[in-house]
């Protein structure tokens, strides 16, 4: 199993501001994954970061939106930028485990409110 | 690309009375995972499936993989308040999970 410490837990932020999402790991994993959770959906990968290379994004969130910073086995960051109220939306770090297949855990997630 | 499709979206009990969720895909999965999710909490890794036909238990819930491994359910039986919350079925393409719509279950007492 893995422990991921995420942060903020919540925020409360104006449009065309940005914010940084951390996640925080105990043990070293190859790869991290971003999700969002809009209110009463499901989830939907952004992207997937990879230690030593560039994110990989999914169809519809691109780079200049959603940076993402992978400095270490154990760490990552989600920028979601120039905020707009369709940001609202939960945002979820994933790992899973170290053999093929294997299931996901998620941090405590991040409730973003844009006003 | 490949989706999950899961049903119903909101099931509303009585405590005591059963619950089934449905996850169906138009093609064959290696393996199928389910996930729980509380109200304002992270999803949960409950169990995944990986045989043809197979049936897993786990107290009160029994999870099935389809013989075509193309669909898998998740039925609780006597369903009590803890059971709230949002239940995901997710399967994996090109390494990738990809997670049904959920099913929001709610309780009455």
């Known amino acids: 199993s893995a422990v991921i410490s995420q942060k903020p837990s919540r925020d409360i932020c104006q449009r065309g501001t940005s914010l940084t999402i951390q996640c925080q790991v105990d043990s070293q994993v190859t790869m991290m994954f971003w999700y969002r959770q809009q209110p009463g959906q499901s989830l939907t990968l952004i992207a997937t970061?990879?230690?030593?290379?560039?994110?990989?994004?999914e169809s519809g969130f691109v780079i200049d939106k959603f940076p993402i910073s992978r400095p270490n086995l154990t760490f990552s960051t989600l920028t979601v930028s120039n905020m707009s109220p369709e940001d609202s939306s939960i945002y979820l770090c994933s790992v899973e485990g170290t053999e093929k297949n294997t299931e996901a855990f998620f941090g405590q997630g991040t409730r973003l409110t844009v006003v | 690309g490949q989706q999950v499709m899961q049903i119903p979206q909101y099931q509303h009990v009585q405590e005591g009375e059963d619950f089934t969720t449905y996850c169906n895909s138009s093609?064959?999965?290696?393996?199928i995972q389910w996930y729980k999710q509380r109200p304002g909490g992270h999803p949960v890794f409950l169990i995944q499936l990986v045989k043809s036909g197979e049936v897993k238990k786990q107290k009160r819930l029994t999870f099935q993989f389809g013989e075509a491994k193309k669909n898998s359910s998740l039925h609780i039986t006597a369903t009590q308040t803890t059971d709230v919350g949002t239940y995901f079925c997710?399967?994996?393409?090109?390494?990738?999970?990809?997670f049904g719509q959920g099913t929001e279950l709610s309780v009455k007492p």
């Open positions: 997710a399967a994996r393409r090109w390494g990738k999970l990809i």
């Open positions: 093609t064959t999965l290696s393996n």
């Open positions: 970061a990879n230690q030593g290379s560039e994110a990989t994004y």
